[in-house]
C-alpha cells in the first residue's frame, strides 16, 4: 500500500480491481467446448473395454492441464471452481447430474447395460458442463461486481 493512501482508499481500490477483473474475464466460448468434450470422453471411455480408459483420462487430464495454463497465461491468474461462495454452488448442482452421467457408463461396463449408454451420458455431460461452465462464470461475475461496490 502507497504511503499516501488511506486504508479506506486501498480496500476501495481492491475492489474496483475485483470488478474490473469479472468485467474482463471475457473468453472464448471453445473454452467451454473443449472441457466439455473432455469431460465427455473420460465418462464415455469409462463404459467401453474396447478403448482403454486410462489414456483416454490421462489424455484428457493433459488437456486440461494445458487448458489451465493456457487461462494463466492469457489472464494472470486462475480461480479453483470451489473458491467463490456463491459461484460454488453451481459445483454443487452440477455433481448430481455428472454422477447420473457416469453411471450410465458404469452401467455398460460393469452390469452390461445397452451399449450406447455411455454415449448418451457423454452427450449429457458435455451439455452439462458446457452451461454449467457459463452460468458458473456468470455468477462468478456477479460475485466479483457485488464486491466492487
Do not use: H
Amino acid at each position: 500500500m502507497p504511503q499516501d493512501m488511506s486504508p479506506d482508499e486501498a480496500l476501495a481500490s481492491i475492489r474496483e480491481a475485483k470488478a474490473e477483473l469479472g468485467r474482463n474475464a471475457d473468453y472464448p466460448i471453445g473454452w467451454d467446448i473443449l472441457f466439455g468434450l473432455m469431460i465427455a470422453a473420460m465418462f464415455v471411455a469409462l463404459g467401453y473395454s474396447q478403448v482403454s480408459p486410462a489414456l483416454v483420462v490421462l489424455g484428457s487430464l493433459g488437456g486440461l492441464f494445458w487448458m489451465v495454463s493456457w487461462w494463466r497465461n492469457r489472464f494472470g491468474w486462475w480461480v479453483n471452481a470451489w473458491v467463490p461462495k456463491k459461484a460454488r454452488w453451481v459445483i454443487f448442482l452440477m455433481w448430481p447430474l455428472l454422477f447420473g452421467c457416469i453411471g450410465l457408463s458404469i452401467w455398460t461396463r460393469s452390469f452390461g447395460g445397452p451399449w450406447w449408454a455411455p454415449l448418451v451420458g457423454g452427450a449429457l455431460t458435455f451439455v452439462i458442463t458446457l452451461s454449467f461452465g457459463r452460468w458458473w462464470m456468470s455468477v462468478y461475475r456477479r460475485e466479483l461486481a457485488e464486491e466492487g461496490k
